[in-house]
């Protein structure tokens, strides 16, 4: 049955089949340890302060106003929130952050405490960092009814010195970035690890953790004119941050599918995860094929072509004791199949097999250091015996390919003994 030509790999031999399979290998993970870029964090829940019967909402806030928030499951596909819940308040009018407890529950009443023309935004987080995402950024606004409202005050955290810049300098708080270009942010305080957290409104948020002092870069994949707020977080509690930032138009494009890290970055830590991979499956491949070599079975057993206890110079003591062996050893040894000669012999010697009655003089069979030389075959023409599967005639040696056939006997003329090993 003739194979289909869909599986030239079965009709490689055995170890150019373990190459390739290696080859193979090795490209699969060094193509999967390629870095993609951070995504977006998926909301586990989602959240809202809408006014009842107002729609659209209209983004302001009075002075001192309380707001309703309420929040739920509605859909979301991340991890499911476990309680208790916090807000975390971005502000244009100061570089910390505002954390907000809102209870176990599902819904939470606050009352802003901000001066007319600061702008904020609202984020949620469960207990264990799933985030709600984010609301839309608000401005606020002169009470309605009230001169002088009378707020609670909210308590600002300690502030985390970072050093900021992008690609034009110094980062300002209110600047535009250019889409696809770093912001780069070093922390000078606190703790590790540090949490970058980038927070678009009406928009799911990302991080970026980092367990040590060094700059945190982060290529800045937002469309054109999008807003956003950049925090940093210390391990200890301490919190800084800018915005509302935007992203510039005058910049390139090949950034903006949702990432967190620069494309430099991302590049290097692709590099890295490929040759990572690369060398564990070298290493792996490589002590697979030692052990299938090392305890695979024998597909052709070596094969003994004489007596264990032949030694050079000796030979046999009588005709029946040399017929004796070769008989019992002589297909092993000596078998040919089809057109092709004998079979080489393991052992490492040189035979020559004298012959006579009018066959070739000698038949060398080599294959190392040492010479054996063996006595010749005769025809007997004794009668079968009970034992004697050749019917009277000694089994013949095989010959040769293309060895002559003897010529028989002249007639009475006596049959030559045996020749002699000097």
Request: glycine letters at 8%; hydrophobic letters at 35%.
């Amino acid at each position: 049955m003739k194979l289909a030509p869909a599986f030239p790999f079965l009709f490689l031999p055995r170890l150019d089949r373990l190459t390739t399979a290696f080859c193979l290998l090795v490209v699969l993970l060094a193509v999967s340890g390629r870095a993609e870029v951070v995504p977006l964090l998926e909301p586990g829940f989602f959240f809202d302060y809408n006014i009842p019967g107002q729609s659209p909402p209209v983004p302001i806030t009075e002075q001192c106003e309380t707001i309703h928030i309420k929040w739920g499951r509605q859909g979301a596909i991340g991890p499911n929130p476990v309680a208790p819940y916090s807000m975390v308040v971005y502000t244009s009018t100061f570089t910390t952050p505002f954390t907000i407890n809102a209870g176990n529950g599902l819904e939470f009443d606050w009352q802003v405490p901000f001066a007319p023309g600061t702008q904020y935004q609202i984020c949620m987080w469960d207990k264990n960092g799933v985030p709600g995402g984010c609301q839309a950024m608000y401005t606020m606004v002169k009470n309605s009814t009230v001169a002088q409202p009378i707020c609670k005050n909210v308590t600002l955290p300690v502030q985390l010195q970072v050093a900021a810049t992008d690609h034009t300098g110094p980062l300002s708080q209110f600047g535009f970035t250019d889409q696809c270009t770093d912001i780069k942010l070093t922390p000078k305080s606190g703790r590790p690890p540090y949490t970058l957290t980038v927070a678009p409104p009406l928009h799911p948020p990302f991080n970026i953790t980092s367990n040590s002092m060094k700059t945190i870069d982060w290529t800045l994949s937002l469309p054109w004119s999008y807003p956003f707020f950049l925090s940093l977080q210390s391990g200890d509690g301490q919190l800084w941050h800018f915005g509302p930032l935007h992203a510039g138009g005058f910049g390139p494009t090949d950034c903006l599918a949702p990432g967190t890290i620069s494309k430099s970055k991302a590049a290097t830590i692709a590099l890295g995860a490929g040759l990572g991979s690369a060398f564990g499956a070298g290493v792996f491949a490589a002590l697979t094929i030692f052990l299938y070599r090392r305890f695979r079975p024998e597909p052709h057993p070596p094969i003994d072509a004489f007596n264990s206890n032949w030694e050079a110079g000796s030979r046999p003591t009588s005709e029946s004791a040399f017929r004796s062996r070769l008989d019992s050893q002589s297909a092993a040894s000596w078998a040919t199949t089809g057109d092709s000669g004998p079979s080489r012999v393991s052992r490492g010697r040189t035979y020559v097999l004298h012959h006579d009655a009018g066959q070739a003089p000698i038949t060398v069979i080599t294959d190392a250091e040492e010479v054996v030389e063996l006595p010749p075959r005769y025809r007997m023409d004794s009668p079968a015996g009970p034992n004697d599967p050749s019917g009277g005639y000694q089994t013949r040696l095989p010959m040769r390919e293309k060895a002559q056939p003897p010529l028989p006997p002249v007639d009475e003329q006596p049959v030559a003994g045996p020749s002699r090993l000097s």
